[in-house]
């Protein structure tokens, strides 16, 4: 079974600087099946990014993401206030099921 | 638009059974996968089952051993998930989640379970 790694466990910036969030999975997993989540405290996740770079209705442009293979990553280019949550990696496998990292919470400095 | 609410959490005995419910509005609900996906305190989100747009498929995460069962009603727009055998493993934020693609795509509020003594 995949595992997915998030990486930092907590990533602390300040307003307006570029946050770089990775997500590493177990084994080689197919690019159009990894997604990207937000979550705010007493929230659900929201999807960010499908695909492994595209962004999904409504996410503002400088979310992007990319990556290939075991290795993604979702920058965010310069960090506005809203931006400060828990970031979630996930990938689609077969049997149908989602596979979540374990998360990346991005807090202001 | 898409609205998605779940019902019927709350705290429950060890041992014990719940069935939460799910009611949808905005989109064609029958022509949809769907899911619930639940988060423990402070844990990141883990799925919990899947059923096809007609019911005739259904997956289960590995970790349930047959304890949850997931249902729908594409007349009345709703999904289900009946919960026995609960333990306090099962604590969590239970959320309903519709397929969007490979992701999922919409997510509603959750319902709280609570299993303690």
């Known amino acids: 079974e995949i595992v997915l790694t998030q990486s930092p466990g907590t990533l602390s910036l300040s307003l307006g600087e570029r946050a770089t969030l990775s997500c590493r999975a177990s084994q080689s997993v197919i690019s159009s099946y990894l997604a990207w989540y937000q979550q705010k405290p007493g929230q659900a996740p929201r999807l960010l990014i499908y695909g492994a770079s595209s962004r999904a209705t409504g996410v503002p442009d400088r979310f992007s993401g990319s990556g290939s293979g075991t290795d993604f990553t979702l920058t965010i280019s310069r960090l506005e206030p809203e931006d400060f949550a828990v970031y979630y990696c996930q990938q689609f496998d077969s049997p149908p099921r989602y596979i979540f990292g374990q998360g990346t919470q991005l807090e202001i400095k | ?117």
């Open chain 2, 1 to 117: 638009e898409v609205q998605v609410v779940e019902s019927g959490g709350g705290l429950v005995k060890p041992g014990g059974s719940l069935r939460l419910s799910c009611i949808v509005s905005g989109f064609t609900f029958s022509s949809y996968s769907m899911n619930w996906v639940r988060q423990a305190p402070g844990k990141g989100p883990e799925w919990v089952a899947s059923i096809s747009a007609s019911g005739g498929y259904i997956y289960y995460a590995d970790s349930l051993r047959g304890r949850f069962t997931i249902s729908r009603d594409n007349a009345k727009n709703s999904l289900f998930l009946q919960m026995n055998s609960l333990t306090a493993e099962d604590t969590a934020v239970y959320y309903c989640a519709r397929e969007a693609g490979a992701t999922l795509g919409y997510w509603g509020q959750g319902t709280l379970v609570t299993v303690s003594s």
